[in-house]
């Protein structure tokens, strides 16, 4: 199994600030037939299912702000939150479908400061 | 709009079989799309449990795989969870969701039911 590690496990960021997760596959999860990263973000607020944000490591679902990105390739992947808003205040996972069985990282929580 | 919605037995005793159902409106499961199963422990991570498609194609998580079965109804447009011997470690929210929005099963998770905890006690 491909093991997704996140850092930080939780940060505190001031409104209006960035906020950079970052997420780490122990191996690579680049599709080299098409070049593209089969690496996607969710966010989850409490009591709420996981939302997509991002797949493909930067294509933002659809309805999502543009304050969300996502970039890297390989094994190292990054979102980030451009300016901190009190409703992104949530668990952030990444999750690899590049094999079998998909999995996800532990979460990361971002909180304000 | 594309709605799951998760169904079955809140509580379930150590040994027994936790038995699921997802209901899935606004979209056929016939026209394609694989569909899963992911659970979630009380404050903890996401597990991947397994998924199907509307021919029946299953992939299940190895880690479970000798007491998961998923299945699919695409007359009633359901599709279903049955993991055999649980134990408390199996408490957990548990999850349907559409693996998108690509139609493959290397996929992201774009549409996700709202989550069912099942307790599994005595």
């Known amino acids: 199994d491909i093991v997704m590690t996140q850092s930080p496990d939780s940060l505190a960021v001031s409104l209006g600030e960035r906020a950079t997760i970052n997420c780490k596959s122990s191996?690579?999860?680049?599709?080299?037939?098409?070049?593209?990263?089969?690496l996607a973000w969710y966010q989850q607020k409490p009591g709420q299912p996981p939302k997509l944000l991002i797949y493909?490591?930067?294509t933002r679902e659809s309805g999502v702000p543009d304050r969300f990105s996502g970039s890297g390739s390989g094994t190292d992947f990054t979102l980030t939150i451009s300016s901190l808003q009190a409703e992104d205040v949530a668990v952030y996972y990444c999750?690899?479908?590049?094999?079998?069985?998909?999995?996800f990282g532990g979460g990361t929580k971002v909180e304000i400061k | 709009q594309v709605q799951l919605q998760e169904s079955g037995p809140r509580l379930v005793k150590p040994s027994e079989t936790l038995s699921l159902t997802c209901d899935v409106s606004?979209?056929?499961?016939?026209?394609?799309?694989?569909w899963g199963w992911i659970r979630q422990p009380p404050g903890k991570g996401l597990e991947w449990i397994g998924s199907?498609?509307?021919?029946?194609?299953?992939y299940y998580n190895p880690s479970l795989r000798s007491r998961v079965t998923i299945s699919v109804d695409t007359s009633r447009n359901q599709f279903f969870l049955r993991l055999t011997s649980v134990t408390a470690a199996d408490t957990a929210v548990y999850y349907c969701?559409?693996?998108?929005?690509?139609?493959?099963?290397?996929?992201?998770?774009?549409?996700w039911g709202q989550g069912t905890l099942v307790t599994v006690s005595s």
């Open positions: 969701a559409r693996h998108g929005p690509i139609d493959t099963y290397y996929a992201s998770l774009d549409y």
């Open positions: 606004g979209y056929s499961i016939s026209s394609g799309y694989y």
């Open positions: 199907i498609n509307h021919s029946g194609n299953t």
């Open positions: 191996q690579s999860v680049l599709y080299s037939s098409n070049n593209k990263n089969y």
């Open positions: 493909l490591t930067s």
């Open positions: 999750h690899q479908y590049y094999s079998s069985p998909p999995t």
